[in-house]
């Protein structure tokens, strides 16, 4: 199956300090990457919409000098957590979906990243 | 506009009975997959089931199944023999071009 590795799943930080993680898909292309971030006992919400070779497409409220994307092949997105703060502390989640007809691929799922800015 | 409705916030079962998730969506696409799928403490999302649109047949994997109801927009998981193990967030998504679109999830327990 359809392999998804996220790394660092824990990482503490510092307040001001930057982060960064990486995500990448193991045994498929993966043309489009997607950014979630949970809050304890919510929903996933999306961050961003990473496409390979172009720009990412941040959700509304996602600040994109604040948490910087890179799709720089169709195996490796990165998230860049920039001058990180207390309240950026969160469980983040990276996806991937390989290429195919609407509907018919899940979403790959790494194994998250836990976190915690003091 | 895409969404997905997961009603219920939490569920409890006993051991080996089954038990139903809701989840209903709306989408205007003809074409769009539903997906399932289990979040446990750890925090990693585990894929469980997929229901194409055009899928004639509920679709089956192991102790879950999909419960397909197109006219209704329904897609209801059924997991049967539940074990303590599936105690877990489980969340219904929706796949209809390029964006997934989840829905609020439901926590499952499982009680002995």
């Known amino acids: 199956g359809a392999v998804v590795s996220q790394h660092p799943s824990r990482v503490i930080c510092k307040s001001g300090t930057s982060v960064k993680i990486e995500c990448r898909s193991l045994d498929f292309q993966a043309t489009t990457m997607f950014w979630y971030r949970q809050f304890p006992k919510q929903s996933l919400m999306l961050m961003a919409t990473?496409?390979?070779?172009?720009?990412?497409?941040?959700e509304q409220g996602v600040e994109k000098d604040k948490f910087l994307i890179n799709h720089a092949s169709l195996t490796l997105s990165t998230l860049t957590v920039t001058s990180a703060h207390p309240e950026d502390s969160s469980f983040y989640i990276c996806?991937?979906?390989?290429?195919?007809?609407?509907?018919?691929?899940?979403?790959?799922f790494g194994n998250g990243t836990r976190l915690t800015v003091t | 506009a895409q969404k997905i409705t997961q009603t219920q916030p939490g569920m409890f079962v006993q051991e080996k009975e089954a038990v139903t998730l809701d989840c209903t969506y709306d989408?205007?696409?003809?074409?769009?997959?539903l997906f399932w799928y289990k979040q446990p403490s750890s925090g990693e999302m585990i894929f469980l089931i997929y229901q194409g649109s055009y899928d004639q047949q509920n679709a089956t994997e192991g102790r879950y199944s999909l419960n397909f109801q197109k006219a209704r927009k329904s897609a209801n998981l059924v997991i049967s023999a539940s074990q303590l193990g599936d105690s877990a967030m489980y969340f219904c998504a929706m796949r209809p071009n390029n964006q997934f679109y989840f829905g609020t999830g439901t926590s499952l327990t499982v009680i002995p």
């Open positions: 996806s991937a979906v390989s290429t195919g007809p609407a509907g018919n691929s899940p979403l790959h």
């Open positions: 990473s496409n390979e070779g172009s720009k990412a497409t941040y």
């Open positions: 989408t205007s696409d003809p074409s769009y997959g």
